[in-house]
Nanobody
Framework: QVQLVESGGGLVQPGGSLRLSCAASGSIFSDMAWYRQAPGKQRELVAAITRGGSANYADFAKERFTISRDNAKNTVYLQMNSLKPEDTAVYYC?????????WGQGTQVTVSS
């Protein structure tokens, strides 16, 4: 049974930083990714990383966010720096097993003064 446990969200002031974590269990995962969904908007890709460590980012995430993973721990991270109010959203991890993709429960990130 696949389980995903997200952590690290919260309230931060503009310009601040947060680090999200998503610990996955129950399978071996190839691609791992972070998505986000702001109120009234569609869910969008933030960043993704392959098992080998190749990463790609949405334009808004380049230069500010860094995705990484620890394959031994089946954990994916998202380091977010220079946060802006428009980064406020629920952030979801997404992991791909050999059978299907799985979603985390989401963690709220609020950027506000």
């Amino acid at each position: 049974q696949v389980q995903l446990v997200e952590s690290g969200g919260g309230l931060v002031q503009p310009g601040g930083s947060l680090r999200l974590s998503c610990a996955a269990s129950g399978s071996i995962f190839s691609d791992m990714a972070w998505y986000r969904q702001a109120p009234g908007k569609q869910r969008e890709l933030v960043a993704a990383i392959t098992r080998g460590g190749s990463a790609n980012y949405a334009d808004f995430a380049k230069e500010r966010f860094t995705i990484s993973r620890d394959n031994a721990k089946n954990t994916v991270y998202l380091q977010m720096n220079s946060l802006k109010p428009e980064d406020t959203a629920v952030y979801y991890c997404n992991v791909q097993s050999i059978i299907r993709a799985y979603w985390g429960q989401g963690t709220q990130v609020t950027v506000s003064s």
